[in-house]
């Protein structure tokens, strides 16, 4: 059932998107295929190039975290040994560049005694100096097989130039025998220095300095990752490091060599330097170790020890990357157009986030070579995709919604039938009680001008002046209920009550007698004059909801409440005011621009209404006194009320053009029992 309505709805998407948005989703959806599938480790451009995606370097910090966080921890490796010459050799040998020679040559006549394996040196010779005959010497007597370090001036032009590339051939020319030979001391880094991969074999050079020590055929054609290791134990407090080092001076005397002959016996010997920032690399362990570079001899001594141990690590192949790329970019839409509740999306939203995460980590835990996962690139295009069909699903549905909703509002206000789309289950038959504030208008004299001009002018003034109601209602956030010929019946509160209802629904009955005095002082010429826009707005309790048949369905709201306004609207005229509203009402709105209208009977009422009109213009203190002249009089014995009376003319005659004033001195001239006016 999920998966016909998650095809449906794609299928929908597809075939409402249109051509445009449907091409501008699928070059999304490649570029989030590409993202995450891409081995981040090659280059756009193939090799030598140096364009990049925008996440290497995100993906090369998240490998190195996963590297290190399950790098194998090990106990001291008893097969590989690092002589070294350090900065305290430099002192004592007074030589810094090139490294004393005659020293190598003492050391290495030593090593060969002592049963070394092989021996490694990463040293290039490139240069002429005193003691080169006393080095040849040395290694045309060597029996232990000895590899000389080799470098090519097409592999590197910052360290060898052409004149030392001469002199490297000659030297090594001169020293070979059946015994020593030349092998490839380069490392392979990236722009920051560091050190992850083995070096790509080049045409012409020897082997690999590891793999010329120890010939490995499963590793000739490798160009995986190096396979680094951390310490396991602790001496004295410190890490232990994996690969032991002796200084050379020490193998260069005879008696100390002897004495250290156990510690090379049997063991593979790299000898190179150990010199403060000189061929020093970043490795992913950089953060895990007291030093954060490594010496290029203990890169050397690692892959050595990488090939001793045969984890040759395996590499993920492409086409997994490419088929893990489909499946995420998959996933994403997939979740997108499920459309998926809180209570489902947060978890479905955390397994795939778990999946996308835990993968690279997972395999990096069981040895396989992770540099080549996009994790970043996973996450990221995981991210594109989901954006992508949902951009184009939210389109699809928003032009869908505004649709339906422009066929609904044939019937519904807007806001009901946004609320109806959103909840389709209340379009159901059924009504519930509300308290809400309801308001009527009407436009006076437009029943008699509508015989006076053609039908068409009707029209158009008619449909003018309900839009310019309409647009009040709505912009005050107020539910058109219904038009009744020029009239216009609205209410707040329902089908959503909000807290400044009451506010709205006195600020929008002002404004549609403002609309109403634009729109009858802006008429067509040659139409005759229209009356006044008269409002009343009440507050109580009505039955709201859906009303009708199963073909035809008005949201509206019937009750008392709804009588109320309607008769206090049609209570203006004879009042001569234009907005009245009631007790409750008013009070509720929390204004203060209301001046009070008495008390009166509506027609075909028994419970009298007191009436306030907004008066936003009326001086506050006269709208004061106006409230203590009406309580006075309706609280006062009949001399007292004289003098209320009195008062109250005398308030009246201050404005003599305000009708409703005049009227209401009026009512409480001829008022009835209990101080009740009655329009009945």
Not at 211 to 217: T, V, Y
Not at 221 to 247: H, K, M, N, T, W
Not at 312 to 331: D, E, M, N, Q, Y
Not at 612 to 630: H, K, M, T, W, Y
Request: one cysteine or more.
């Amino acid at each position: 059932m999920l998966a016909r309505g998650l095809l449906r709805r794609g299928a929908r998407v597809m075939r409402d998107a249109g051509p445009w948005r449907l091409t501008g989703t699928a070059l999304l959806l490649l570029l989030a295929l590409f993202v995450a599938g891409w081995d981040w480790s090659r280059p756009l451009g193939g090799e030598g190039s140096q364009r990049e995606i925008p996440t290497a370097d995100a993906e090369r910090g998240l490998y190195d975290w996963r590297a290190a966080t399950f790098a194998p921890r090990v106990e001291q490796d008893k097969r590989v040994l690092m002589v070294v010459y350090d900065d305290q050799t430099l002192i004592a040998t007074r030589k810094r560049s090139p490294l004393d020679r005659g020293l190598l040559a003492r050391a290495l006549r030593n090593i060969d005694g002592m049963g070394a394996r092989s021996i490694g040196i990463d040293i290039l010779f490139d240069q002429p100096q005193d003691e080169d005959e006393q080095l040849l010497s040395a290694l045309k007597t060597m029996r232990t097989p000895l590899w000389l370090g080799y470098a090519n001036l097409g592999d590197n032009r910052e360290q060898i130039i052409f004149e030392q590339q001469q002199f490297l051939n000659r030297f090594i020319a001169q020293a070979r025998t059946d015994k020593v030979r030349p092998a490839s001391i380069r490392l392979e880094t990236d722009a920051y220095n560091v050190a992850r991969s083995w070096p790509s074999p080049t045409a012409g050079q020897p082997p690999l300095l590891s793999l010329a020590m120890e010939p490995s055929p499963p590793f000739l054609d490798y160009r995986g990752s190096i396979r680094f290791r951390l310490p396991r134990a602790l001496v004295d407090g410190a890490e232990e490091p994996v690969i032991p080092s002796l200084q050379i001076d020490l193998l260069a005397d005879p008696v100390m060599a002897a004495a250290l002959a156990p510690m090379v016996r049997g063991r593979h010997v790299l000898i190179g330097g150990d010199i403060v920032d000189i061929d020093r690399f970043e490795t992913p362990l950089s953060g895990r170790q007291a030093q954060s570079t490594m010496i290029g001899l203990e890169v050397h001594a690692t892959m050595l020890a990488q090939v001793l141990d045969g984890a040759r690590l395996r590499a993920v192949p492409g086409w997994l990357l490419w088929l893990v790329a489909v499946v995420v970019v998959f996933a994403a839409a997939l979740t997108c157009l499920a459309e998926l509740g809180r209570l489902w999306l947060v978890p479905a939203l955390a397994v795939q986030a778990v999946a996308i995460a835990g993968l690279p980590l997972w395999l990096q835990a069981q040895g396989w070579d992770t540099r080549g996962l996009p994790a970043v690139g996973m996450g990221l295009g995981w991210v594109i995709a989901f954006g992508a069909v949902g951009g184009a699903a939210r389109a699809v549905t928003s032009q869908q919604r505004r649709f339906a909703q422009a066929a609904l509002g044939k019937y519904l206000p807007r806001d009901i039938a946004a609320q109806i789309l959103a909840e389709p289950e209340k379009l159901a038959l059924h009504g519930e009680k509300r308290q809400i504030f309801t308001l009527f208008t009407d436009l006076e004299g437009f029943t008699k001008l509508s015989h006076a001009i053609a039908p068409e002018m009707v029209a158009q003034l008619l449909n003018r002046y309900l839009d310019m109601l309409s647009d009040v209602v709505l912009a005050h956030g107020g539910t058109i209920d219904k038009f009744v010929g020029d009239a216009v019946v609205a209410f707040w509160g329902a089908p959503i009550a909000r807290d400044d209802d009451g506010r709205n629904a006195a600020l929008a009955a002002y404004a549609m007698w403002e609309a109403g005095e634009v729109f009858r002082h802006d008429l067509p010429p040659g139409v005759p004059p229209i009356g006044r826009t008269r409002v009343g707005l009440h507050h109580g309790e009505a039955i709201v909801g859906n009303f009708g048949g199963e073909g035809r369905i008005q949201y509206t709201a019937l009750g008392d409440s709804m009588n109320t306004a309607s008769r206090l609207e049609a209570a203006n005229k004879p009042l001569e005011t234009t907005i009245l509203v009631s007790r409750e009402a008013m009070t509720l709105a929390g204004l203060d621009w209301w001046r009070p209208m008495g008390r009166v009977r509506l027609r075909g009422r028994t419970t009298p209404v007191d009436l306030f009109e907004p008066a936003p213009n009326f001086p506050v203190d006269e709208r004061e006194a106006l409230a203590d002249l009406l309580a006075a009089f309706d609280s006062a014995e009949a001399p007292a009320r004289a003098s209320a009376l009195a008062g109250l003319k005398a308030l009246a005659d201050r404005y003599p053009e305000d009708a409703g004033l005049a009227k209401l001195v009026y009512r409480y001239e001829n008022i009835g029992e209990g101080a009740v006016y009655d329009l009945g």
